[in-house]
């Protein structure tokens, strides 16, 4: 079992910045690939950016690409998403998510197994 926090969300204008974070606890945290996914009202859960267990690989959704950059420090069990120029279209939930397998994946929400509950990021225009 892997149990995920997640916090930093909020509320902040376009073309702002904020830094989500992600605490694991739990199994081995370091094996797992880890993912931050979103979900605005009424729409399906997306993939937002990915990283390998060690942290050498990332992907990345091609709406945030170039904005948002992933990035996790094993000692502390953490995985962060540093998100900037935000616009208003990236309102919505974010969640934090492990993987099954140890490399980055490419998005496919059923690699991964573990969830955090969400923190809440506003964009207002």
């Known amino acids: 079992q892997v149990q995920l926090v997640e916090s930093g969300g909020g509320l902040v204008q376009a073309g702002g910045s904020l830094r989500l974070s992600c ?31 060690s942290g050498d690989s990332t992907y990345y959704a091609d709406s945030v690409k170039g904005r948002f950059t992933i990035s996790r420090d094993n000692a502390k069990s953490t995985v962060d998403l540093q998100m900037s120029s935000l616009k208003p279209e990236d309102t919505a939930v974010y969640y934090c998510a492990a993987r099954k397998g140890r490399g980055p994946g490419t998005g496919r929400i059923y690699t991964y197994e573990y969830w955090g509950q969400g923190t809440q990021v506003t964009v207002s225009s």
Not at 26 to 51: C, D, H, L, Y
């Open 23 to 53: 605490a694991a606890s739990g199994r081995t945290f370091s094996s797992n690939g880890m993912g931050w996914f979103r979900q605005a009202p009424g729409k399906e859960r997306e993939f937002v950016a990915a990283i390998s267990w």
